[in-house]
């Protein structure tokens, strides 16, 4: 009989074991496989539900947004799915994870495409009516122009959004829908929004004493452009107009719409906004990103290459430090300025990493710099702890790292990818706003002494319209997005994210002027002055250069602006501050 020695035993049990499946791995896998044929049932559905030919016999008006809680179940479900397929073993993950691309991801993402394109039309529509509605009141205000414009950038816009929707009949619906009664109201409105564009360039150029003749010139090719207006009214309108111009040059004198002050002050209730300009500090770098210290004449900002600059704009004193990786955006914390840095582009397919800098703002110099496991997306911090969004691999979670170990401390319940954070001034409440998902959401995680808690979604989904950018007021009230919707920033979750009002306008940029009650927005070249107690739009002045950020400083707006000079085909950007009292710029 062959007998086997204790060691030979040992290592043939090993063996078996290694080879076998455990009970929990075939449990994992099962419950995974589960999970994705979920997906794939509730992707059928969604698939179903945004094709034109069912949408015909399903609905009556069938160019409308899909029924949202499929669309929601597909996505929670691809969400589980790829949970559990993160937690099998690489052979299983890779076969699973391919599966989904084909029978999950390809179907969720025409959806979002779908989505996307439809939300865009109806945002054509919304600003189709407000161009019609300004520009019968008078073709040639300002008012009319904004708005043209802002109707030209949204069809632009959905042009793109278009592209990405799966069908040539789904997308000529779309187009049929919403582009089209668009595009016509831009094309009736186009001669004339061009002759009111070039007559207030005439006269500017009057005002600034240029020749005689390159004036006659430039009202001459005018001239042609007024002949091409088909409504003899506005025609008629518009003409008179150039026609002052003409008489002024002729007189030598300034436009009857200028004044010989640096400004015009005119309340919004009137058909005109208000001029103005003053000298200012010309930068040598393309700068990318800026925050500003909140009591010194400091502004930090990204340049175009790899360096973190501290201007000081009332001396001109530049700072820089070169990092060596890509620097993406930063956080001001007390004396300390917290920056992201890239290793690669961010990207849904798959994960990056990144570092973290932190630079001491009163030497500024490099005090730390650490490694961290996601690709960093948007940062802030409360002293205690560094919070960090992902800006790559879709479903995420965002990370609070330890300020003084550099550890990481804490994460939040899952988050999609390239969300911005907004601090709460209490510093116990976290806001987040996606950026890649359409409609889009706000959400909310608690913190307490540094660590991430439980977060909630907020009651919408789609319900008002919402931009990528989104402040808290200084007092803790209010969350401003960029849409020009308010909403409540709560300890009560009832209210918490609730809707408020909406402004006059969308902005860009925001900033408060908490000691007298006012607040200022800016769009393109806009800047608007908001009543904060009423939330009335009370002042609109009208800047040169392309407004990139708008800060309030002790009693100072401080406007980073792009301008375009005359003597040169090439972006400047420029650094001007203007003194304030109440609702009023002073120069």
């Known amino acids: 009989m062959k007998t086997f020695k204790p060691l030979s035993i040992a290592i043939i049990l090993s063996a078996v074991i290694m080879i076998t499946p455990s009970k929990s791995f075939a449990t994992s896998l099962s419950e995974a496989e589960r999970l994705v044929q979920q997906a794939e049932n509730a992707a059928t559905v969604l698939k179903w539900e945004i094709s034109l030919e069912h949408r015909k016999i399903k609905y009556s008006d069938p160019v409308t947004l ?220 393309l700068i990318r990103e800026a925050v500003i210290h909140p009591s010194q004449p400091i502004i930090y900002m990204l340049n175009e290459n790899k360096d973190v600059l501290e201007l000081n704009y009332e001396t001109g004193k530049v700072r820089k430090l070169t990092m060596n990786l890509v620097p993406e955006r930063m956080y001001l914390y007390k004396n300390e300025l917290y920056v992201t840095l890239l290793r690669g582009s961010h990207s849904p397919n798959w994960s990056e990493n990144g570092a973290i800098a932190i630079i001491d703002t009163t030497a500024f110099t490099l005090a730390e710099q650490f490694n961290i496991e996601i690709d960093p997306y948007d940062i802030v911090a409360d002293g205690k702890s560094i919070y960090v969004s992902s800006g790559s691999g879709q479903w995420s979670n965002i990370k609070g790292y330890s300020r ?109 002027n908490m000691n007298e009650g006012y607040f200022y927005t800016s769009n393109g070249k806009n800047l608007d002055v908001y009543n904060y107690n009423t939330m009335e739009r009370e002042k609109r002045y009208v800047m040169n250069g392309e407004i990139q950020n708008v800060f309030y400083q002790n009693g100072k707006l401080v406007i980073l602006s792009v301008e375009q000079l005359y003597s040169s085909k090439l972006p400047k950007y420029a650094i001007k501050t203007y003194r304030v009292e109440g609702n009023r710029m002073i120069e």
């Not at 002759?195 to 001459?220: G, R």
């Not at 002729?250 to 002050?265: A, C, R, V």
């Not at 979604?457 to 931009?467: I, R």
């Open 66 to 285: 899909p029924n949202m809680d499929l669309y929601n179940a597909a996505k929670h479900a691809r969400q589980l799915a790829y949970n559990a397929i993160n937690n099998l073993p690489a052979q299983e993950k890779v076969k699973l994870t391919k599966r989904m691309e084909i029978n999950v991801d390809t179907h969720f993402n025409r959806s979002m495409a779908y989505i996307d394109a439809l939300t865009s039309g109806r945002k054509i529509m919304i600003k189709t009516d407000d161009f019609y509605e300004v520009y019968r009141s008078n073709p040639l205000s300002d008012r009319s122009e904004q708005a043209y414009h802002e109707l030209s950038s949204e069809i632009r816009k959905q042009a793109l959004l278009l592209y990405r929707v799966y069908g040539k009949s789904t997308r000529d619906a779309i187009l049929e829908k919403y582009k089209s009664p668009g595009e016509k109201a831009r094309q009736s409105a186009k001669s004339v929004i061009s002759a009111k564009m070039a007559i207030d360039h005439l006269n500017q150029s009057i005002a600034n004493k240029k020749n005689k003749d390159e004036l006659l010139l430039s009202a001459k090719q005018i001239e042609s452009t007024v002949k091409q207006i088909d409504d003899e009214n506005t025609r008629l309108l518009v003409q008179t107009k150039l026609d002052a111009a003409l008489r002024t040059i002729q007189g030598n004198t300034l436009p009857e719409t200028e004044s010989n002050k640096d400004f015009i002050e005119i309340d919004v209730g009137s058909n005109g906004e208000s001029q103005i300009d003053k000298s200012f500090m010309y930068l040598s770098d």
């Open 404 to 512: 003084e170990t550099l550890l990481e401390t804490s994460q939040s319940s899952s988050s999609y990818y390239q969300s911005f954070l907004e601090m709460h001034p209490n510093l116990d409440k976290l806001y987040v706003i996606n950026t890649t998902v359409s409609p889009r959401d706000v959400s909310f995680f608690t913190i307490e002494d540094g660590k991430l808690g439980p977060g909630y979604d907020s009651p919408y989904h789609g319900d008002y319209p919402l931009d990528t950018n989104m402040t808290i007021s200084p007092d803790g009230k209010y969350i401003f997005n960029g849409s020009g919707v308010i909403m409540n920033a709560s300890e009560a979750r009832g209210m918490n994210m609730s809707y408020v009002t909406k402004l006059y306008v969308p902005f860009d940029e925001i900033t408060f």
